[in-house]
């Protein structure tokens, strides 16, 4: 496992800066306007740890997400199940 770990983190080093390259559909301008929008949009505030919870929190009662949260409860239950019944097999064995 650590040579393999080893030459994965080798082959980073063969890694070339990205380029930027635009889009030849979309102007300048267009591309001028996006940059301010993701300037805008990082950089406006610096948020607080209370903004950051109740944004989560209006996201998990949002109707977008009513559909994935059946999906991550069933996930939840059976990672908590399958780890609980790892502790009694392992004993079991012993």
């Known amino acids: 496992m650590a040579s393999i770990a080893f030459i994965a983190t080798m082959t980073f080093l063969f890694i070339r800066k990205p380029t930027h390259v635009t889009s ?4 300048i301008e267009e591309e001028q306007d996006l940059d301010e929008i993701r300037t805008s949009y990082f950089f406006s505030e610096i948020r ?8 989560v929190l209006e996201l998990l009662i949002s109707r977008r997400m009513s559909a994935l949260l059946p999906q991550i409860c069933w ?3 059976s990672i ?8 009694p097999m392992i004993t079991s064995t012993l």
């Not at 607080?48 to 944004?55: C, G, H, T």
């Open 24 to 27: 030849v559909n979309r102007s």
């Open 48 to 55: 607080s740890f209370k903004q950051d919870v109740k944004d």
């Open 75 to 77: 996930t939840g239950v």
């Open 80 to 87: 908590a199940i399958t780890t609980g019944m790892m502790v």
